[in-house]
């Protein structure tokens, strides 16, 4: 069974342009999640997508969204690039979050 | 509101040591308790989990866990490590019913495990 797939593994950006990272969840799971692990700051929740819809959302600016499609794939868009967006962004797919999540391997995004 | 607090940012211990990760949290509401483990460039990937049930846990690679709910710690301990445990741990809560917490996992800020020959 594959996992959790994240698209691309590495990215450079100039400040102040945009970026989409993408991910795949695991065959079945209709929730996505996107983290960002940023250096020093530990893991910060970003988004929670279920059935195509946003569900919850942490304390980012409106320049990160994205969305979950039919097929329970999502993005994330960052908008306006900053040096401090630089991070490895994790997506993680489950059935029910209370019982955990399975992670990808990650988009490590660096702006500079 | 939930939070995860990791007591030791830093363990260094000796190959084939039994080393303890220690974990706390707080929550308003029944939890479930995770860890997880990062090597470098990578994703996490889950250890163990409480959900229910007795409170001491197994996981993966030898690593146990136990939940106390009355001094609301959730503590990792592995009798033996290897080199290849080197890596960082990451102990997580959810559960949350509604409001912020609702559908996300809230982790503490990790524990670098550096086990030496």
């Known amino acids: 069974e594959a996992g959790v797939t994240q698209s691309p593994t590495h990215l450079i950006k100039t400040r102040g342009q945009q970026v989409t990272l993408r991910c795949s969840p695991i065959s079945g799971h209709t929730s996505v999640y996107w983290y960002q692990q940023a250096l020093g700051l530990g893991l910060q929740f970003l988004l929670w997508y279920d059935e195509g819809e946003e569900r919850n959302r942490g304390n980012f600016p409106p320049r990160f969204s994205g969305r979950q499609f039919p097929n329970y794939s999502s993005e994330l868009n960052v908008n306006a690039l900053e040096l401090e967006d630089s991070a490895l962004y994790l997506c993680?797919?489950?059935?029910?979050?209370?019982?955990?999540?399975?992670f990808g391997s990650g988009t490590r995004l660096t702006v500079v | 509101a939930q939070s995860v607090t990791q007591l030791d940012s830093q363990v260094p211990v000796f190959e084939e040591a039994p080393v303890e990760l220690r974990c706390n949290y707080s929550s308003s509401v029944s939890v479930y308790l995770f860890w997880y483990v990062q090597y470098p460039n990578q994703g996490l990937q889950l250890l163990l989990k409480?959900?229910?049930?007795?409170?001491l846990v197994k996981g993966i690679n030898g690593f146990e866990a136990e939940f106390n709910k009355s001094q609301t710690s959730f503590h990792l301990r592995k009798p033996s490590v290897h080199i290849s445990d080197t890596a960082e741990y990451f102990c997580a809560v959810s559960g949350g019913a509604g409001g912020t917490s609702y559908g996300k996992l809230t982790f503490g800020q990790g524990t670098i495990l550096t086990v030496h020959p």
């Open positions: 409480y959900l229910s049930g007795s409170t």
């Open positions: 993680a797919s489950s059935l029910d979050f209370n019982y955990g999540y399975t």
